[in-house]
């Protein structure tokens, strides 16, 4: 395979996942760029697990097939933080609302189909 080093995030999710399943990956490169591990995988150096968002104009031209992994699911949460204690500014709150409503757009049209919102 190829994939991100080993202190990449993605890594450490596919390493704790193979891990919990009783079996290592095989990897034949570690590089940590998502452009990079593309362009190998395209030249036959192995497969690789990326998100989605990452493969979309290449699955969409042909260049790259993917398959979901639907069992174990692998899954990152990602959430927006902020200071604690003080009203949220303006432009922070749009900012959210902006990011929201891009998150359901995209999990709508399919290209982020793993995307959960929360309802507030």
């Known amino acids: 395979m190829v994939l ?3 202190a990449h995030g993605l890594r450490v999710l596919i390493d704790q996942t193979c891990q919990g399943l009783g079996f290592a990956p095989k990897i034949a490169m ?3 760029s998502f452009n990079n591990i593309k362009r190998l995988v395209s030249a036959g150096f ?3 697990i990326l998100p989605l968002y990452a493969v979309a104009d290449e699955v969409a031209s042909g260049a790259l097939k993917v398959s979901h ?3 174990p699911g692998l899954w990152r949460g990602a959430h927006l933080m902020s200071r604690g204690g ?3 500014p303006r432009a922070q709150a ?3 609302d902006l990011l929201r ?3 359901i757009d995209l999990r709508d049209k399919g290209a982020w189909a793993a995307a959960r919102v929360p309802s507030s």
């Open 101 to 103: 409503e891009v998150i």
């Open 30 to 32: 570690e590089i940590d």
């Open 69 to 71: 992994i639907a069992s």
């Open 94 to 96: 749009a900012v959210r």
């Open 4 to 6: 991100p080093s080993g």
């Open 46 to 48: 192995g497969p690789s």
């Open 86 to 88: 003080r009203p949220v």
